[in-house]
């Protein structure tokens, strides 16, 4: 395929070549032209082969028919004609949309924190990451029992628009392998008897239709309701699909009553509900692109930070009687940086088991979706060489439940893609590459130990040698990567997106 | 596109989330430096251009040396393909209006579906698409929002948006003209209690 500039270049080669065929009946013509004509002195001109004899001869005509003064403006004029010709068809290509500015994407940023302040006050059970767990389960479950029996357990957790809804789509579609990106709290809403979270929730699954499968990559829009006033449920029945009243898991008939202790879990009473959610952008997820890099855009962003960031720290210095600027390098040295080497190491060498503790189960879940989609592309992405140049604290959340350190990390790496024989499809594996990212760690409140003991589990002392895909020792049977025990990562936000 | 600039962008998106908060209409504004490349037309002009040069030359009875012929039509040719690509009033005389005016509403449309704006339960999205070369704006209301406005408002809201390539200052001109909508969509088709935006802050288009 052509683009329209390499068009216009061909037909002006097509139209000076047709000239220089042409050219010899015009010079007889010229001859007998009244007042005679001038003989030529110097050079031929080809038979319009190639255009760049066109282009070479028009310049040699240029400078040799005309004089310096005239022949070199003239040639200057035309590479400036053509060059504010270039700059404005560059410009020209740039879109103006209604869409908030990095100004006003900081603001409603800061406007939803001060909401969820203002949610604390009246719901001090609140929690932001036991609720976006809320959230995550809800949205796997609502999309692995859609279109089965087991979707009545979901009862108690939907509007009944949304049931209605649920009941239109044929039962022969199937949706597995759901993988959630991101989470991002994009709306609170307080009424006087309802308050509401909309939760934008970045994700992929795989439709299967008739034995035939397509992956898509899908924002959707989730709209939680509940009675204004009540208080979040303790996190045992926040980080998994269970009864808000008993804790046991989700069970119920479809009119919402639980089967192990016979409540009737009315909509919104005791627990969120999804009044509506929308598909915001929907798109087949194809692989072919995986070796391909874009430059780093966001690396020269500023960074950001939150504005009562150092009422935060203080708070923490205080909870945990540490002196901030003691504990801050230790920090950065066995946490930050320690955590940051082990999991990029794991992801180069496709071994993210190896690190399954340090890693909360979404992003473990969405680390291994990327992992088996290079897989299945017979690629590997590597980095190499791996410098962090910077740490930069950007944020603390304190809630009830779980505190988070939100860091930006500045490193380079070589970064590249290679495929089964070892070759390198995309990156480079000599030049390193400078980045940025946004690291966020949590840990349960009260919880005083910082780093990872990676040789045992932090619960029963035996080795850590088998943990399993859900982060749980075999040994003592108890889950390890839920920040019950010290840091662990849970979000990692690229530089150019993150908001605050 | 100058005036088009981050603090026009700050204002827009202000004036939008306040129509939004008043009404259950979704807009979205899109505003592009032209709805197609006319480069025909440039070629046309640079092609007539070096035909009236070469004629004239040819029955002039100035004596002009004949590469010095070859040079001028090809040159006259090259300068006024540039010139035309340049000068956009110049390019715009050139072509037909309805032309400008269809390629304007092509682009909306596909903007309309490629951005998803159908996406809205209620169809209360609307776009205003505004292509600056062909100073054409062009208003695509959803079905929900089209039948809930009367059509009167419409045409009164289409030409109050056309009269602002009028103005001195365009961006300045359509913020005003954006904020009147505001009491027209609060009117007709009022907010609902309890809901969200459907639509993303941040549409991607790219055609």
Redesign the interface.
């Known amino acids: 395929m052509i683009n329209k500039k390499q068009r216009l270049f061909y037909l002006l080669i097509t139209l000076l070549t047709f000239i220089f065929i042409i050219s010899p009946f015009f010079i007889d013509l010229l001859w007998a032209r009244p007042g005679g004509g001038h003989s030529y002195s110097g050079g031929g001109s080809g038979s319009g082969g190639s255009g760049g004899d066109g282009i070479a001869m028009l310049i040699y005509l240029i400078f040799s028919l005309l004089p310096p003064y005239i022949s070199i403006p003239l040639v200057i004029v035309i590479f400036i004609l053509y060059n504010i010709n270039q700059r404005k068809n560059k410009n020209e290509n740039k879109t103006v949309i209604s869409s908030p500015g990095f100004q006003a994407k900081y603001a409603k940023h800061n406007n939803i924190e001060s909401e969820i302040q203002k949610l604390k006050i009246v719901d001090p059970n609140f929690s932001r990451i036991l609720f976006l767990d809320f959230v995550s389960s809800i949205f796997n479950k609502y999309y692995t029992w859609y279109g089965t029996k087991e979707f009545k357990n979901l009862s108690p957790f939907l509007g009944e628009q949304e049931i209605l809804n649920s009941k239109r789509t044929s039962n022969r579609q199937r949706i597995t392998e759901i993988v959630i990106g991101s989470m991002k709290i994009s709306e609170i809403k307080f009424f006087q008897n309802i308050t509401g979270i909309a939760v934008d929730i970045n994700a992929n699954y795989t439709l299967t239709i008739k034995n035939k499968s397509t992956r898509y990559s899908l924002t959707e829009r989730w709209y939680f309701n509940r009675k204004a006033g009540i208080l979040s449920p303790e996190p045992e029945k926040m980080q998994k699909l269970a009864c808000p009243n008993c804790g046991a898991p989700a069970d119920f008939t479809d009119n919402g009553v639980c089967q192990s202790c016979g409540t009737k879990i009315n909509t919104g009473e005791m627990q969120w509900f999804v009044k509506k959610h929308n598909v915001i952008n929907l798109n087949v997820l194809r692989t072919s692109g995986l070796a391909h890099y874009e430059p780093e855009r966001g690396t020269m962003l500023p960074t950001i930070y939150q504005g009562s960031l150092n009422t935060f720290l203080v708070q923490f210095s205080q909870l945990h009687n540490l002196d901030w600027n003691t504990w801050r390098p230790s920090f950065e040295e066995k946490v930050i940086k320690e955590y940051f080497f082990r999991i990029y190491e794991a992801w180069s060498k496709n071994r993210l088991k190896k690190v399954r503790n340090l890693l909360t189960d979404r992003l473990y879940e969405s680390f291994m979706f990327w992992i088996n989609t290079y897989k299945s592309a017979g690629l590997t992405n590597k980095l190499e060489n791996i410098n962090i140049s910077n740490v930069q604290f950007v944020r603390m959340d304190l809630d009830k439940f779980y505190e988070s350190i939100t860091v930006r990390i500045f490193a380079s790496s070589l970064d590249y893609v290679v495929d089964k024989s070892g070759k390198v499809r995309g990156g480079s594996n000599k030049r390193p590459r400078a980045f940025s990212e946004y690291w966020t760690f949590i840990r349960r409140t009260g919880v005083e130990k910082d780093e990872y003991d990676y040789s045992t589990c932090p619960n029963c002392g035996a080795p850590a040698d088998k943990i399993g895909q859900a982060g749980v020792c075999e040994y003592c049977g108890t889950k390890i990567n839920n920040g019950d025990f010290s840091w662990v990562l849970a979000i990692i936000t690229q530089d150019e997106v993150y908001t605050g | 596109?100058k005036q088009?600039n981050?603090d026009?962008?700050?204002k827009?998106?202000?004036i939008?989330e306040d129509i939004e908060n008043n009404s259950l209409v979704e807009?979205?504004?899109?505003?592009?430096?032209?709805s197609g490349?006319y480069?025909d037309i440039s070629?046309w002009a640079a092609s007539v251009s070096m035909f009236l040069v070469s004629s004239w030359l040819?029955f002039s009875?100035?004596?002009i040396?004949?590469?010095?012929?070859?040079?001028i039509?090809?040159?006259t040719?090259?300068?006024t393909y540039?010139?035309t690509?340049?000068i956009k009033p110049w390019k715009r005389f050139l072509i037909n209006k309805k032309r400008l005016k269809r390629n304007t509403e092509i682009y909306g449309r596909a903007i309309f579906q490629k951005g998803?704006i159908r996406?809205?339960?209620e169809k209360t999205g609307v776009l205003i698409y505004v292509s600056v070369?062909e100073k054409q704006v062009f208003v695509l209301p959803d079905r929900g929002a089209f039948t809930a406005v009367p059509d009167e408002e419409w045409q009164n809201i289409n030409e109050n948006f056309q009269s602002i390539f009028n103005q001195n200052n365009t961006a300045d001109a359509f913020l005003a003209e954006i904020k009147k909508c505001k009491k027209i969509f609060a009117e007709y088709i009022p907010p609902v209690?309890?809901d969200?935006?459907?639509?993303?802050?941040?549409?991607?288009?790219d055609l």
């Open positions: 596109m088009f981050d026009f962008k700050s827009l998106y202000e939008t807009i979205v504004t899109l505003i592009k430096a032209k490349f480069r070629l040819m009875k100035f004596e040396n004949v590469y010095l012929i070859y040079l039509t090809i040159f040719f090259i300068i540039f010139l690509e340049i998803g996406f809205t339960n070369f209690e309890n969200i935006n459907e639509l993303p802050d941040d549409l991607e288009v």
